[in-house]
């Protein structure tokens, strides 16, 4: 089946964000494991998880619209704080947010198929992936490191 060839391309971009969005968190999740914060690691793993859910069918539909997937994945850094890296995946979270909404839209006003439903499940696990983020920056906030630690000893 031939597509739309703005909704293949939105598709390929998404392919893209979420490739990187994973190697991200499969740095950051390496580096929560190594300063023992295994809470935020056993998080970061669920993010990971659920973007590769996404991208696979991302995948799935590029090769049902008779289309090659072609994306790199972006630039992945490590090091800072919890807090330099909780605000890196915010912002990261945050951008593919925005994006994928905006693709929705366009899929939407293309074709109401399949294509906007994957970008609203998507959509929803970002804004939650945006949600816990934010929560966490919080804490760190209020309690300062060390507290913020202290308080989450408990969930590792």
């Known amino acids: 089946m031939k597509a ?12 893209q964000i979420l490739s990187t969005m994973i190697e991200q968190y499969r ?3 390496a580096q929560f494991a190594g300063i023992d914060l295994d809470w935020l690691k056993h998080r970061v793993h669920k993010w990971y998880a659920a973007c590769e859910s996404h991208l696979e069918t991302v ?9 090659n997937p072609q994306y790199q994945s972006g630039k992945v850094t490590s090091g800072g704080t919890v807090g330099d890296v909780l605000a890196r995946e915010l912002a990261a979270a ?15 006003n293309n074709r109401a198929d399949g294509v906007p439903d994957i970008y609203e499940h998507l959509i929803q696990d ?13 804490l760190i906030k209020g309690l300062d490191l060390p507290g913020y630690i202290a308080a989450r000893l408990e969930d590792g």
């Open 4 to 15: 739309n060839p703005a909704v293949v391309a939105d598709l390929q971009t998404t392919c």
């Open 27 to 29: 740095v950051d999740q």
């Open 59 to 67: 995948l799935k539909r590029l090769i049902y619209f008779e289309s």
């Open 94 to 108: 945050q951008g593919a947010f925005d994006q994928c909404c905006t693709f929705r839209v366009n899929a939407w």
């Open 126 to 138: 970002l804004e939650k992936q945006v949600f816990k983020i934010e929560r966490e920056l919080w």
